[in-house]
């Protein structure tokens, strides 16, 4: 068992015929994906590495069961990409792009909530399930290997990196999902969390966490309310981040008085969830909860 894709995903690329569409196409296709359909405005009869590319999500769903998509278009046109592929049906969209107007992100979860469709994103890596060899977003195939572990990361580039130490330290993964590094993203911490509670492959949780927001908060609630009982480790960056200053992501910028690192920490702590002060840290103790 994983969470949000397995072996019944079938993915629908918008935008494959770009040189990121193609190239992500790719990676996915050899890691094990089931692409079974690319989207482009006006397309005839086009394909990209055999599979075909339609004019409509619709059609996709129609002539090749898509129910999955991800959107690699630019960030002034993913509003429309994923408003179409909610509307057509697709009940998990993954939003790679980066800058994606908030107003177009918040129309986005608001359509989809009505719709049932879950959003992962915007500016997010995407999904990886080692144990099912399936990947929707463009996180390197090399770095990640099946096991237990569950990954929750506001940060791409932590997802790659915890992947690559926690493979090369024998340690596997179940699912890994980069939640986004925006301020407002369609699933958060806490739901990927309370996903990983009902999964029976995940043992234990790795939150890769920043400066800025209440995400870790949320999920912090979550355990001291008993709603969330698997162990959780937690690595957070931006211990030196300047006030008011924002740190790469829009999501990730620290007010003053507010939403400060050193009080994510604290109510982490108060929650009991293992907070790592170091990478090789966070590795010691979920190599404790995997091997119970």
Do not use: W
């Not at 089931?34 to 405005?41: C, D, E, L, R, S």
């Not at 069961?65 to 990409?81: D, E, R």
């Not at 829009?250 to 790592?276: D, F, P, Y």
């Amino acid at each position: 068992m994983t969470i949000l894709i397995g072996k019944d995903t079938k993915v629908v690329i918008q935008g494959m015929t770009g040189t990121a569409g193609k190239a992500h196409t790719r990676t996915m296709l050899d890691f094990g994906t089931n692409i079974v359909a690319g989207t482009k405005p006006n397309a005839s009869n086009e394909s990209v590495y055999d599979i075909p590319v339609f004019s409509t999500v619709k059609e996709a769903i129609e002539k090749r069961g898509a129910n999955t998509s991800i959107v690699l278009v630019p960030a002034q046109f993913a509003k429309n990409a994923a408003l179409e592929a909610i509307n057509a049906g697709i009940k998990l969209v993954v939003i790679a792009p980066e800058h994606v107007p908030i107003q177009d992100t918040m129309e986005i979860i608001e359509n989809a909530r009505k719709k049932g469709c879950t959003i992962i994103g915007p500016n997010t890596a995407g999904v990886i399930a080692p144990n099912v060899k399936c990947k929707v977003g463009f996180v390197p195939n090399r770095y990640y290997t099946p096991g237990s572990i569950g990954i929750a990361s506001r940060s791409g580039t932590l997802l790659y990196e915890f992947g690559n130490r926690l493979t090369s330290e024998g340690l596997g993964q179940s699912t890994c999902v980069g939640v986004g590094g925006d301020s407002i993203v369609g699933t958060r911490m806490a739901d990927v969390v309370k996903l990983f509670e009902e999964d029976f492959e995940t043992k234990a949780t790795l939150l890769i966490g920043e400066v800025g927001g209440t995400q870790e908060e949320e999920v912090a609630e979550l355990v001291a309310k008993g709603i969330v009982r698997k162990p959780i480790v937690a690595y957070l960056v931006g211990k030196s981040a300047p006030k008011d200053k924002r740190m790469g992501h829009a999501g990730a910028i620290m007010l003053q008085g507010k939403e400060t690192i050193e009080s994510k920490i604290r109510i982490l702590k108060n929650a009991n969830i293992e907070v790592a002060d170091t990478m090789q840290d966070a590795l010691k103790f979920l190599r404790k909860y995997v091997n119970q």
